[in-house]
């Protein structure tokens, strides 16, 4: 193929040295060396690996431009590199693909392509030449991308191309990936491996930011573990093990699998029947759902992030209205009840935003615990006065039971971690004994410690007899804890199946939509 | 009696009443796309009006007076960019002081500087051989002053700059997605300067088109309200040079029409007459601001992570 795009790698090496980063309170990244080097015109795909938090984006951040780092050098090729913007790292050949898509959603591909480049004629787009690029881009690397489409009008996937696309039409040498599979099926990771090592032959440096051990193991060929913002090592990835990973990444000794008692389920405890629910946008957001989940069970439902799965769980936690169809909960119908209702039924519900609806930010940890049941014994009198005793009491015991870190009962809950935020959440949800639990993506955005932590909870919840939802974009921890598994697509349910028949492609194949 | 209405002059003074607006209007689209909503409008316009007025007087030079209003417009412009964009202020509240500095400030000067209520020598309309002179046609089209005319032309310029060229689509971008531009290397708050400065400038020609052009006056006020209703023109066009086009002239035929009922000797209400406009931009706005084409990041400032 005629070599007419300016893709030519113009890095064979790249060091950061002795990098520092502070935030307001935190040591975001401690004196932390990272190289990405090529050999013998072959690139590397270099993957950091850490827990959230661990400072992986903040490196990766400074070494595009967009934070300034408080100590350290950066050499690219021997020479030394200053980055003040953006601007200063896309022109050195060094790009990024964020967490959070940089995309801008009423503007097209070609146009978001277009956007911060210099144009060939001058002061005037050249959308035409744009075009042309990126269908040379698109058929060298199989990445399938209309250039007149809106983004908005793009599933995640393809957005994601888009942004491949762009970065290496940008000329990028070295690309950073920030969890870049995140939003992907199964599937859909398969091929978009194939296009980073594709890439990686052509002689690019990739930098590949994970928390997912499995796509670490299977991608890269070095990885370097943070934790706490400092580097814990850097191995080749042929004497790497996810055991080994999963130590480094945690810092003591951790367990991937779970013990699971046969699963002995009981009566049916929630009940959705033809549920209809619209979307933020005021359309369909779920299409006659219809499912049940029994006493002592676990059903985890899988889809791809946006599929209904946020929907649902609000529809069922009485947060959104439902618009035809009924829903059961312990024989009673709760269909369109308030919160309140749910909570006297016996329902709990950690939500997938928790920091929205799980907790109220500037309130402390015991005001928190407290949120549902503030007007009642022991934490009130006659329905209207505090009593401070008790609440410090419960929520003092609470933190003892479920591990939560904290200074004290007093501490606004928005300092703590996200782990430990979940496990208030959780006591507080738990303790009130709940038939029904509603677990919308219970582990988002938490260390593994604290995953593990709440895994085995939720476990221990099962074999009580609590009838378990679990709603999450994790496939692995849907895999782990679930007895039946649900899939989701487009807000209608398109697959069921009992754990022991799940077979990863076709679930693959299934959150993609295919039938 | 329709025919008393709705006569050519009416329509002629249409075109020519939608001037300032057109001016306004245009110029905050290219603010609020970039995602800054410049309320302080009608502040920077009476600033403009009364420069231009107070250099017109001066020098007699409709030309002079012209730049002062583009120049005072910049100035004011730059002012509510380094108030939203470097302070990152509350838009809404810092446009509300923009408005009382220009309202307050031009009615100061003008009492100082000149006192009492005066005509000047604005722009003279341009008879256009042959088109002028055609009935009807000519009237309303071709028998207008040169700002008129700018106006209408100011249209397609701004689509073309907002549509077609690099710094239309930076504008785009940063007032849907501030982020992703920064990350693509835009330089979003030098953006933002420029469309802001812009729009001071244009509302600094909007005021000149009153005061030098339309009325060849100046007082305490003189725009009431003008500026306020440009800013919700902005959102009745779903922020696109044409549909604000489209509301000017609707706004402007109103006013019009206004004055003709009244010249004509029909008794509506005063109070009726001067409300009619503002109900109407209620009515509107209700109607059209839930629109998609809303810049997203409109009134919200942008900052870096670090
Ligand atoms: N813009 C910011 N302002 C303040 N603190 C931040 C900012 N970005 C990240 N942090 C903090 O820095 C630490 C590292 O964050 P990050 O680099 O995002 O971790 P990771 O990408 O590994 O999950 C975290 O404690 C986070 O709260
Ligand atoms: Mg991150």
Redesign the interface.
């Known amino acids: 193929m005629p070599d007419t795009l300016p893709t030519q790698p113009r890095i064979s090496q790249l060091h950061m040295r002795g990098m520092m980063k502070r935030f307001p309170g935190v040591l975001a990244v401690n004196n932390v060396d990272f190289s990405v080097e090529a050999s013998n015109g072959r690139g590397e795909i270099h993957a950091l690996l850490g827990e959230n938090g661990a400072g992986k984006s903040t490196l990766m951040k400074i070494l595009y431009g967009l934070y300034r780092a408080d100590g350290g050098t950066i050499h690219v090729d021997n020479t030394p590199l200053t980055l003040r913007s953006p601007q200063d790292a896309i022109g050195r050949g060094i790009g990024m693909i964020h967490q959070h898509f940089m995309l801008v959603p009423s503007l097209t591909v070609a146009e978001n392509i277009a956007l911060g480049m210099k144009s060939t004629r001058g002061a005037l787009l050249d959308l035409d030449r744009v075009r042309a690029r990126v269908a040379e881009l698109s058929e060298r690397y199989h990445l399938k991308v209309d250039p007149d489409v809106p983004i908005w009008q793009l599933a995640v996937g393809e957005q994601q191309r888009v942004e491949i696309v762009r970065a290496l039409y940008k000329g990028a040498a070295l690309l950073i990936l920030d969890e870049p599979t995140a939003v992907l099926t199964p599937g859909e990771v398969d091929d978009f491996f194939r296009v980073l090592r594709q890439m990686r032959d052509d002689g690019h440096l990739l930098v590949f930011i994970s928390h997912k051990l499995h796509e670490v193991l299977a991608i890269s060929d070095r990885i370097t573990v943070l934790r706490d913002g400092q580097r814990v090592d850097t191995i080749p990835t042929s004497t790497a093990s996810k055991l080994m990973l999963a130590q480094m990444m945690v810092g003591r000794p951790v367990v991937l699998e779970y013990d699971r008692k046969p699963c002995a389920p009981g009566d049916v405890k929630l009940m959705l029947d033809n549920v209809n629910a619209l979307n933020d946008r005021g359309a369909a957001g779920l299409r006659d759902v219809t499912l049940f989940v029994r006493a002592g069970e676990i059903v985890g439902v899988a889809g791809v992030s946006g599929n209904g799965q946020h929907e649902l769980a609000q529809t069922i936690a009485g947060l959104r209205p439902c618009t035809s169809g009924r829903i059961r909960a312990n024989g009673q119908n709760i269909t369109n009840k308030s919160p309140r209702v749910l909570h006297r039924c016996g329902m709990a519900y950690i939500p997938e935003e928790r920091m929205i609806d799980g907790v109220i930010k500037d309130f402390s940890v015991a005001e928190n615990f407290i949120l549902h049941d503030h007007a009642r014994p022991p934490y009130a009198r006659g329905g209207l006065f505090m009593r401070f005793r008790g609440i410090r009491t419960a929520s003092q015991q609470a933190i003892r039971d479920y591990e939560i870190k904290t200074p004290g009962t007093e501490t606004p809950i928005k300092s703590l971690s996200g782990g430990n935020i979940q496990k208030l959440i959780l006591a507080r949800e738990l303790g009130r004994k709940p038939q029904v639990l509603i677990a919308a993506q219970p582990t988002r955005g938490v260390d593994i410690g604290a995953t593990e932590y709440i895994h085995q909870r939720l476990l221990e919840e099962r074999s009580k007899g609590t009838a378990i939802l679990l709603i999450s974009e994790d496939l692995d921890e849907i895999l782990a804890l679930s007895d039946r598994v649900i899939v989701m697509y487009e807000g209608r349910i398109i697959g069921e199946m009992p754990r022991e028949d799940v077979d990863i492609r076709q679930l693959g194949a299934l959150m993609a939509g295919a039938q | 009696m329709i025919e008393e209405i709705f006569t050519a002059s009416v329509f002629a003074s249409t075109l020519r009443l939608a001037t300032p607006y057109i001016f306004a209007a245009v110029g905050e689209t290219f603010s609020q796309k970039s995602g800054v909503l410049n309320l302080g409008l009608e502040g920077v316009m009476l600033m403009g009006a009364f420069a231009a007025f107070y250099a017109v007087h001066a020098t007699g030079s409709v030309i002079i007076g012209l730049l002062a209003a583009l120049i005072v417009g910049a100035l004011m412009g730059l002012a509510t960019a380094f108030v939203s964009v470097t302070l990152q202020a509350e838009q809404g509240i810092s446009g509300i002081g923009i408005y009382l500095f220009g309202l307050g400030m031009s009615e100061l000067l003008f009492v100082r500087l000149i006192g009492t209520p005066v005509s000047v020598e604005g722009f003279s309309r341009i008879y256009i051989p042959v088109l002028s002179d055609i009935p009807v046609i000519g009237e309303i089209f071709f028998n207008h002053n040169l700002l008129v005319y700018a106006a209408f032309l100011l249209v397609p310029a701004a689509a073309f700059v907002l549509n ?7 504008i ?2 940063v007032g ?2 501030p ?9 979003v708050a030098r953006v933002r300067y420029m469309t802001v400065t812009i729009a001071g400038t244009l509302a600094g020609l909007a005021g000149a088109s009153l005061s030098i052009a339309l009325l060849n006056v100046f007082q305490q006020n003189l725009t009431s309200g003008l500026g306020f209703i440009a800013v919700a023109l902005v959102y009745f066009g779903r922020w696109t040079p044409l549909g604000v086009l489209l509301g000017s002239l609707l706004f402007s035929f109103v006013n019009a029409l206004q004055l003709q009922i009244g010249s004509i000797g029909i008794e509506i209400p005063s109070e009726f007459a001067v409300m009619a406009p503002y109900v109407i931009t209620i009515i509107a706005l209700v109607f059209a601001s839930k629109r ?2 809303k810049p ?1 990041a409109l009134t919200k400032p942008f900052r ?3």
């Open positions: 077609r060229t690099t710094f239309g689509l930076m785009r971008a849907q997605n982020e992703a531009a920064d990350a693509m290397g835009v330089n998609a084409e997203t870096r992570g670090d």
